[in-house]
């Protein structure tokens, strides 16, 4: 892959792309605690947590699953739904909404821009469906590095919650 994501096709998912996604999460989950957050996702594999395989399946049957490849390899992934995931403390949007449920990138890719190119990508299918809103939630712990990352591509902080002793942040962005 070059130094960018300009390289990147984005596509839509398959059932198929679970266990791509499902190695994606558990990279990801050891590049966290190798840096010392154990608090994001904790220290089990995503694949070996209970229900992590199902859900991943469900994402990739029932939403709307998008895979960023680069020469054919899948680097990242996205998932589209109508809304947050009911078993968060977050109410559904007073509007019709896409709301990202997974944003994922390759570890091995991390800082090429393929998380922008995903949320791009999010931006016009949620254009493309004729909404205006697009939702996101993500982990507010650490020094806020992931709620910045939302900020720069575009999305403002709304509310913040609590799940369990998870500290996590709902981001907006309009789509016009």
Known sequence: MNDTADDVRIRPGTLADAPAILHMLDAAVVWMNDRGNTEQWGTTPY???????????RYMTENSPYI?????TPVGALVLDSGPSPQ??????????????LLIS???YAGLGIGAALLSHAVAETRRAGVRLLRV????GGGGELVAFYERNGFTATDSFLSGAWPGQVLARRVD
Do not use: Q
């Not at 694949?47 to 399946?57: F, H, N, Y």
């Not at 968060?88 to 449920?101: F, S």
């Open 68 to 72: 960023a490849e680069s020469d054919g």
């Open 137 to 140: 939630d993500c982990w507010a």
């Open 47 to 57: 694949s070996k947590k209970p229900g992590g395989v199902a859900r991943v399946e």
């Open 106 to 108: 390759d570890r091995r």
């Open 88 to 101: 968060l403390p977050i109410a559904p949007a007073e509007e019709p909404e896409r709301y990202v449920r």
